[in-house]
């Protein structure tokens, strides 16, 4: 290994630095993202099939919204809480 | 805050963090150890609840039959909860929680509106006590809904050991039914509002203090700057669509906890 490259690797522990929490926090992002698109991707669907359905597809869509979201905003919350 | 952080913006930039929540006291009180001292949030707190009481107060206080001005708003705010949340998520007998569900959203709506109130920039509920003593009396709400429903042992039971199971599986299925009823609503009522306004108040708080730097700090810098400034006040305009929509799921998901607590799940 040649010393340019030992050096490098040397910088890279000094130079890298952050919370890791929000590393965390970008990976609680994406489950709940998936789950997001998928949600309302069927919710589109299930209005475009049945639009007299609207009120109701679209009230129990802002419930699941609200569940699907905590996961991720547990994340945000934690990456500040542990430092 | 934004006004303290902008001189410093001007010596370079600085992010705001989570600084930004914390106040100093303006009356220090201490009651046998109890920290009830007065700083700008509880000042701020007194302000939205005095409103939402001066709000139904003045709509409500002379009703007429063919409403006008405030009263007109007001009712269709509450119209609003009657017809989309407590009838629909509970049904009939939801209609004696419209009270509660409409001060609650009222109050929480108000509350999340403090974060692009300009002069006040600070939503209140971005603090964890407002959320959770919130979620405490939506939790106490439901369960002692369901006590005066079902009775306390017929609640208990139906809530930790849901009927037509295996019998083995209660030993798995107990603890989960105990934590996720009990436990794991209110927390996350609570925290699902606090990182929602945690979070937009920061992204506020950085455009802000972006758009101080870069219009201050150079040339070429003005004409980034004056898309932060544009980006700045389509975020007010997405804030309080969020204020809205979490007053909404606030309440909506109150309701579907007090509906949960009326009949037993089959």
Redesign the interface.
């Known amino acids: 290994m040649s010393l340019a490259l030992v050096n490098s690797i040397l910088a890279a522990d000094n130079t890298v630095s952050g919370n890791i929490g929000i590393i965390g926090y970008g990976l609680g992002t994406l489950g709940p993202g998936i789950g997001i698109g998928f949600l309302v991707g069927k919710t589109v669907e299930g209005i475009s099939r049945q639009p007299e359905a609207a009120g109701q597809v679209r009230t129990l869509m802002f419930i699941g919204l609200a569940l699907v979201e905590a996961l991720a905003l547990f994340g945000f919350a934690l990456a500040f809480v542990i430092t | 805050m934004t006004a303290a952080t902008l001189p410093l913006a001007r010596e370079g930039f600085h992010a705001p963090t989570?600084e930004e929540f914390e106040w100093p006291s303006i009356v220090d009180l201490h009651v046998g150890g109890v920290d009830l001292s007065i700083n700008r949030v509880v000042l701020q707190m007194f302000l939205v609840g005095l409103v939402v009481w001066a709000l139904f107060f003045f709509a409500f206080r002379k009703p007429k039959l063919v409403p006008s001005g405030l009263q007109n708003v007001m009712e269709v705010l509450v119209d609003f909860i009657r017809n989309?949340i407590a009838l629909?998520?509970i049904g009939r007998d939801g209609l004696r929680f419209v009270p509660y569900l409409a001060t609650l959203f009222t109050f929480v709506f108000l509350g999340n509106l403090g974060g692009i109130i300009p002069g006040i920039f600070f939503p209140l509920t971005g603090r964890m006590a407002l959320p959770a003593i919130l979620a405490v009396c939506s939790l106490l709400l439901f369960v002692s809904v369901g006590i005066s429903q079902q009775g306390f042992l017929t609640y208990f039971k139906n809530a930790l050991f849901p009927p037509g199971m295996p019998k083995a599986i209660y030993i798995l299925l107990t603890p989960i039914e105990l934590i996720s009823t009990f436990i794991v609503r209110p927390v996350?009522l609570a925290?699902?509002l606090?990182?929602?306004m945690?979070?937009g108040h920061l992204i506020l708080s950085v455009f802000f203090v972006a758009t101080g730097y870069l219009l201050t700090s150079g040339n070429v810098s003005i004409v980034f700057g004056l898309g932060s400034l544009v980006f700045s006040v389509a975020l007010i305009a997405f804030e309080l669509f969020v204020a809205g929509?979490q007053a909404?799921?606030f309440t909506?998901?109150s309701a579907?906890y007090i509906a949960g607590a009326m009949e037993p799940e089959h």
């Open positions: 989570i989309q629909e998520v996350t925290i699902r606090l990182a929602n945690i979070a929509l909404y799921v909506i998901l579907v």
